[in-house]
């Protein structure tokens, strides 16, 4: 008996499926990827950013994470990431980056605050980012514009 116990316990122990299942389940992972977004810098990937934070505040387990992939660089135009969201932490791990329209004619206009919003975070609590990504407002691009038409990040 002793013996099944000490083989259980080492198979339990060194059980890479059993890990995993239970890190993913306390922990839910929502790769914006996996909801379309195609990280080329072209394509715009707004819609997939704003339906997977859709599902990732409404996550009620663990602490839901957002992984933004590395080697992506993923164009949004306008998008706001709003609450009140289900769980008490939300981790976005921004290991790729995310890059503004490059032009005035290539930028969506949006209602809010005359459009200049590019990334707006609101009512959510616990929120935490963190990687090695890049957030890229393209300055270079819009120098020439007055600062009232210039894209921000709140």
């Given at each position: 008996?002793?013996?099944?116990f000490a083989?259980?316990?080492?198979?339990?122990?060194?059980?890479?499926?059993?890990?995993?299942?239970?890190?993913?389940?306390?922990?839910?992972?929502?790769?914006?990827?996996?909801?379309?977004?195609?990280?080329?810098?072209?394509?715009?990937?707004?819609?997939?950013?704003?339906?997977?934070?859709?599902?990732?505040?409404?996550?009620?387990?663990?602490?839901?994470?957002?992984?933004?992939?590395?080697g992506k660089?993923?164009?949004?135009?306008?998008?706001?990431?709003?609450?009140?969201?289900?769980?008490?932490?939300?981790?976005?791990?921004?290991?790729?980056?995310?890059?503004?329209?490059?032009?005035?004619?290539?930028?969506?206009?949006?209602?809010?605050?005359?459009?200049?919003?590019?990334?707006?975070?609101?009512?959510?609590?616990?929120?935490?980012?963190?990687?090695?990504?890049?957030?890229?407002?393209?300055?270079?691009?819009?120098?020439?514009?007055?600062?009232?038409?210039?894209?921000?990040?709140?």
């Amino acid at each position: 008996m002793k013996g099944l116990f000490a083989v259980l316990l080492m198979f339990l122990v060194a059980s890479p499926c059993l890990s995993i299942r239970i890190i993913s389940d306390a922990n839910p992972n929502f790769n914006v990827v996996d909801y379309g977004a195609r990280g080329d810098g072209q394509s715009d990937d707004s819609a997939a950013f704003v339906k997977v934070w859709e599902d990732v505040c409404r996550a009620t387990e663990g602490t839901p994470t957002l992984p933004i992939p590395q080697g992506k660089r993923f164009l949004l135009q306008p998008v706001e990431f709003k609450g009140a969201c289900n769980s008490t932490s939300i981790i976005v791990e921004l290991q790729g980056d995310l890059v503004v329209p490059n032009s005035m004619e290539a930028w969506k206009w949006a209602d809010n605050d005359k459009g200049k919003r590019w990334i707006r975070f609101s009512r959510i609590n616990g929120l935490f980012v963190n990687g090695g990504g890049q957030i890229d407002g393209q300055g270079a691009a819009w120098w020439n514009y007055s600062n009232s038409q210039r894209p921000v990040v709140c």
